[in-house]
């Protein structure tokens, strides 16, 4: 530690209790801290996202702008967007869903029929895996209520034989993919196991947020697997397909792969994995000055979060408050960490979250993050510049 963090940390030290005493008044108690105060003002971010590039516009629409977070659901027109072609048209009233492939009594059903099952409601942090990959996405997440139906009575109708081990869920947007000289039209599409597809989490969702689902959210049904990354949950569903084997294509096995070289044993092992699951994550959100008083405030998500610590230039870890989202299995945890007395001039902001099982996010610098080829799964812990005028 080079002097001035030692005197940073002295002054953490002797101030902390005045300043947490007036920070406490400042930013109102009772009041969720990461919501804007009256009075309160974001310190903007130093680091910002670069501008989408035009073959990736295409596909990614809307993204969260972190220094606006200031309700716990995100509201449906901040939400991210991302869409692989494009939305596709539907209309809601001509449109079934089909559920064939192994089953005996293939289904056929209209959104009526479908919002005539009994209904749940899951409140689900949905981030895309291509989050904090690239240098223009880093807005790829967002919390939102979703209303919809569970899938697994639906299989049980239609009779799942006994063969069936994989359930692939259709997209109604399409897109030309080659393969070698093989150019040819291939509908969005990804699969779980049946034992995964069947899980009483997993939703056909129609409502977002109290309202219908609007189109760029997938209407007018859509998957909801909470606990998976984005891609697992997909939009505008036209078949669901049950099979005996793995399903093979693009966004299972040749797009959202993650490739790692690792070293065992003095050779290189390379590693493929399809995206799934969601990685443990956190993110600072924005920093908020208040009548001097400073207060970082941020999120975390993708596992069941027990803790979250911030370290500040090259500090110690200090420990978060969780301020929202505690007793919510799926949905993103809000923290704060007051910063009492900022010296002027650039400092760096790095969150990292535990989950309960005491895995920590890893480091930009652990070989899960490092021996990685791909922009997938960057769940690695995010730092932050900011600048205290
Ligand atoms: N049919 C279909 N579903 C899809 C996609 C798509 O391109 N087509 N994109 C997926 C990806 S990569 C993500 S991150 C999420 C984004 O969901 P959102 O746009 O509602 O935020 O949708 C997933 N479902
Ligand atoms: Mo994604």
């Not at 993204?63 to 027109?77: A, G, H, K, M, N």
């Not at 291509?130 to 223009?136: A, D, R, T, Y």
């Not at 891609?231 to 966004?251: C, P, Q, S």
Request: glycine share 10%; hydrophobic share 40%.
């Amino acid at each position: 530690m080079d002097a001035r963090g030692m005197s940073r940390r002295e002054l953490l030290r002797t101030g902390s209790i005045t300043l947490a005493g007036l920070a406490f008044l400042r930013f109102g108690p009772g009041a969720a801290a990461f919501a804007a105060q009256p009075g309160e003002e974001v310190v903007p971010w130093l680091d910002q996202p670069a501008e989408v590039p035009p073959p990736a516009r295409d596909v990614i629409g809307t993204q969260l702008r972190w220094e606006e977070l200031d309700s716990w659901i995100t509201p449906t027109d901040r939400f991210f967007t991302v869409a692989h072609f494009k939305v596709p048209a539907i209309d809601a009233q001509a449109w079934r869903l089909r559920i064939g492939g192994l089953v005996n009594q293939p289904l056929s059903l209209s959104l009526d029929d479908l919002k005539a099952r009994p209904r749940t409601e899951v409140t689900f942090t949905i981030e895309c895996s291509g989050n904090n990959g690239l240098p223009f996405f880093t807005g790829g997440a967002g919390n939102a209520s979703w209303g919809g139906t569970p899938l697994a009575p639906l299989l049980e109708e239609a009779g799942l034989m006994e063969r069936g081990t994989e359930v692939v869920f259709f997209g109604t947007d399409t897109g030309e993919l080659e393969v070698r000289q093989a150019k040819l039209p291939e509908p969005f599409a990804r699969s779980m196991s049946l034992t995964d597809a069947t899980s009483p989490d997993t939703l056909l969702c129609y409502e977002m947020n109290g309202a219908p689902l609007v189109a760029s959210h997938g209407a007018p049904l859509r998957l909801i697997a909470p606990g998976w990354y984005g891609i697992a949950n997909v939009k505008w569903l036209d078949r669901i397909e049950v099979l005996d084997t793995r399903y093979m294509g693009n966004f299972m096995a040749r797009d959202y792969v993650t490739i790692r070289l690792e070293q065992q044993a003095g050779h290189t092992v390379r590693r493929e994995t399809s995206v799934g699951r969601a990685l443990l994550k956190s993110a600072p959100a924005k920093v908020a000055r208040n009548d001097g008083a400073y207060r970082i405030v941020g999120a975390a998500w993708g596992a069941p979060i027990d803790a979250v610590e911030v370290r500040i230039d090259n500090g110690d870890w200090l420990p978060a408050t969780i301020e929202q989202g505690a007793g919510d299995e799926f949905a993103w945890k809000f923290w704060t960490v007051d910063w009492s007395n900022p010296s002027r001039g650039e400092h760096t902001i790095t969150s990292r979250a535990i989950d309960t099982a005491g895995n920590v996010q890893p480091a930009m610098d652990d070989p899960r993050i490092a021996t990685k080829q791909t922009f997938w799964e960057s769940n690695g812990q995010i730092t932050r510049r900011i600048l205290i005028a």
